[in-house]
């Protein structure tokens, strides 16, 4: 059984260019949540999505991010015109559906993407 | 909304001792709270979790507790090893709907 797969794992943008960075869950796993980890800090939540919704998007900067989850295809997260500080790793971790009885609310992270703008 | 808050300082013991790691949280109690270990250039991987209705959790050399009172969990790993040396992050459930937050982690390095 597959993990979380993303890609790239790593991508070099320059300034004012555009990066995508993609997110297979895991098999039977329907649940997206995407984290920003900048150099010796914690992971900082940014959007969480179910197939074809954006329940939660609270962490996500208001303007140049977005994110979806398709009926088919990976969820991407997308960052318009990036800016030096958007230089981080973007981790991926899915889940099985939220509200299950046995569900334990455990993650699966992918390895990240590492975002570099130059 | 919460806050977490690890020792931000890294850990260094010898191996074969215990090592305890230390999460502390500052608002409401969560349903539960989890650990989580991440090596360098590595997606974190989840350990265990600790439900608010139970004070002890185990796990072959490890151990967390959770004390709603004290709005703490601690991470214990016995006979450690070299190979234990990572950063362990604590994860809380915030919005209702499995939504983890995290500490910042703290890096342990067990030392021949």
């Keep these: ?118 | 909304s919460q806050k977490i808050e690890q020792n931000s300082e890294a850990l260094n013991i010898q191996e074969g001792k215990t090592a305890t790691l230390t999460c502390n949280y500052t608002n409401y109690s969560p349903a539960y709270l989890q650990w989580y270990r991440q090596d360098p250039g590595r997606g974190p991987v989840f350990l265990l979790l600790i439900r608010e209705n139970e004070k002890e959790k185990r796990k072959e050399r490890l151990k967390v507790t959770f004390d709603t009172t004290l709005k703490q969990s601690l991470f214990h790993i016995t006979a450690s090893q070299p190979a234990d040396s990572a950063t362990y992050l604590c994860a809380l459930e915030e919005g209702g709907y499995n939504k983890l937050i995290f500490g910042a982690g703290t890096r342990l390095a067990v030392h021949p």
């Design chain 1, 1 to 118: 059984n597959a993990g979380v797969m993303q890609n790239p794992r790593h991508l070099v943008r320059r300034r004012g260019q555009e990066a995508r960075l993609r997110c297979s869950p895991m098999k039977g796993h329907s649940h997206v949540y995407w984290y920003r980890q900048l150099p010796e800090e914690g992971l900082k939540f940014m959007v969480y999505l179910q197939k074809e919704n954006i329940i939660d998007e609270s962490g996500m900067p208001k303007e140049r991010f977005s994110a979806e989850f398709p009926k088919e295809g990976p969820s991407i997260l997308r960052i318009q015109q990036v800016v030096r500080g958007d230089s981080a790793a973007y981790f991926c971790a899915t889940k099985t559906g939220a509200g299950v009885a046995t569900n334990t609310g455990e993650l699966f992270f992918g390895e990240g993407s590492r975002l570099t703008v130059l």
